[in-house]
């Protein structure tokens, strides 16, 4: 899609946009974040699910955290909503992992798959409504499309080992972060144009 030119002098109203655009570094620490602990994944020897669930706890919680502070930054009326929820989501399942640590494998990747379905689908919403104010929010919908992707696999194949689990969490961990890194530098783009 190409970019539309306008006139000098001419005012465009982009609330949302420009309110993602000036936070788009905190959409960037969730994107370095999420590669840091998906590299931490595969790096790390002898992995149990104990070690497993406190670093996806981790994750999970600055995830949320970062997610919240983008939401509450913006400096515009509009519904940012879901950026709020996914935050809210991820500090949530960030919490319960983090204060049941002993909770059972299959009961944690429940927790995963729920929060990696829901937060997928308020991303690809988010996407869908930013589509006419910004270029590459293809960036977003597919770290959506593949948030959505991975709950659905943990669902569907819920018998996977420890191990199995890490490296399959450590690659969507990777590619989720880098794609929200992309969409991140999409943003700073925007925040340098000056229209």
């Known amino acids: 899609m190409a970019a539309q030119t306008y006139p000098p002098g001419t005012v465009l109203m982009r609330p949302t946009l420009d309110a993602l655009a000036r936070n788009w570094w905190l959409i960037l620490l ?12 595969f790096v790390w020897p002898g992995l149990t699910l104990v070690t497993l669930v ?7 919680l600055l995830d949320g955290i970062f997610s919240i ?19 809210l989501l991820g500090i949530g399942v960030g919490l319960i992992t983090l204060f049941w640590p002993q ?14 379905i829901a937060s ?5 919403i988010g996407a869908v409504y930013l589509r006419k104010e910004i270029e590459g929010e293809w960036l ?12 659905v696999v943990l669902v569907l194949f819920p018998g996977a080992g420890a191990l199995s689990l ?8 990777v590619v989720y972060g880098v794609l929200l890194i992309g969409f991140a530098l999409r943003l700073k783009k925007q925040a340098e144009i000056k229209i």
């Open 30 to 41: 969730r994107g370095i974040f999420a590669i840091i602990f998906g590299l931490l994944t």
């Open 54 to 60: 406190l670093l996806y706890g981790a994750f999970s």
């Open 69 to 87: 502070v983008a939401a509450l930054k913006g400096g515009t009326p509009m519904p940012r909503w879901w950026l709020a929820l996914v935050g």
């Open 103 to 116: 909770i059972t494998g299959i009961v944690l990747l429940m927790f995963i798959a729920g929060w990696a």
């Open 120 to 124: 997928g689908v308020l991303q690809i």
């Open 140 to 151: 977003l919908i597919a770290s959506g499309l593949l948030s959505v992707l991975f709950g």
């Open 166 to 173: 890490a490296l399959v969490i450590g690659a969507f961990a």
